[in-house]
């Protein structure tokens, strides 16, 4: 790990980078050297794999991939090891409910446990993000992961801290993106990316709608990713027991939406007080 690193940018998994920020790694937009954080590293989870594996196998197999990713584009990762939500669940090693709480409330449906349409419908969007916000901060892996970042903070101090926003309520980007907003004041500077793929399903209000209810200081910065998108999807298709075409065309059609007639990644960042 280089000496000084001056951005830590935090995955929940290990194709969230790529697949949010792939562009905007290939521009001078964030301060190097650079230092991704893969936080739920250990996964059964395998959408296309090229022959039946194991847990252990899957994970390396998708280890080796965003590996590929990172030495393509001379950055340093750091993988935490922590299992996925859906390995977690099946170990049953979840001793606090989040994951059941966000696939109750219309978030990936890890469980078989879902509102009826009729009660979570009635449930305001307003409610339902602060409230799995708060039951973030009280999951097991909330305390591990913040304490990891602070220290790593502490050692780098003019640090920006990169996080995702939280789309698409997955318990595993909510419990990264809730500890980055706790350490907000420890880092030089804080950035919110939006999470794909998740993303591609929301209108832009929406999102919007989101990052106000995260955090009210929130405002938008697009990053011109234009000349560079293809490349992005280039480097995407190393993914390859995650992502398939349709996916890429999704991220294509996504960075078209946010700035018609170009392309960009948005990032969101805390206005500063006056």
């Known amino acids: 790990m280089p000496e000084d690193i001056r951005t830590i940018i935090i995955s929940p998994h290990l ?5 949010s920020l792939g562009g905007a790694l290939l521009t001078e937009f964030f301060a ?4 991704v954080i893969n936080v739920f590293t250990e996964s059964r989870h395998a959408r296309f794999p090229s022959r039946p594996l194991d847990e252990p196998g899957i994970t390396r197999m998708r280890s080796a991939e965003d590996d590929l990713f990172f030495s393509r584009l001379k950055v340093c990762k750091l993988d935490l090891g922590l299992p996925d939500a859906q390995l977690s669940l099946s170990r049953h090693q979840h001793t606090f409910p989040l994951i059941r709480l966000s696939s109750a409330l219309g978030g990936h449906p890890f469980t078989a446990f879902r509102l009826p349409p009729q009660i979570e419908s009635k449930i305001p969007r307003t409610a339902k993000l602060p409230f799995l916000l708060k039951a973030a901060r009280v999951d097991t892996d909330f305390s591990l992961l913040r304490g990891k970042l602070l220290s790593l903070i502490g050692r780098f101090p003019r640090t920006t801290l990169v996080s995702p926003l939280g789309l698409g309520i997955h318990p595993d980007h909510l419990v990264v993106a809730e500890v980055c907003r706790s350490l907000e004041s420890n880092a030089a500077r804080t ?10 399903g929301y209108p832009l209000r929406r999102i919007a709608w989101h990052a106000r209810v995260f955090n009210a200081r929130l405002e938008p910065v697009p990053v011109d990713i234009e000349g560079l998108l293809e490349r992005k999807i280039e480097n995407l298709m190393i993914y390859r027991s995650q992502l398939r075409r349709r996916r890429m065309d999704q991220v294509r059609a996504y960075a078209q939406r946010v700035s018609p007639g170009s392309a960009c990644e948005r990032l969101w960042r805390p206005r500063l007080r006056p």
Do not use: F, M, Q
């Open 15 to 19: 194709d969230d980078v790529a697949l």
């Open 191 to 200: 950035y919110y990316y939006e999470d794909l793929p998740y993303a591609a």
């Open 32 to 35: 190097k050297p650079i230092l």
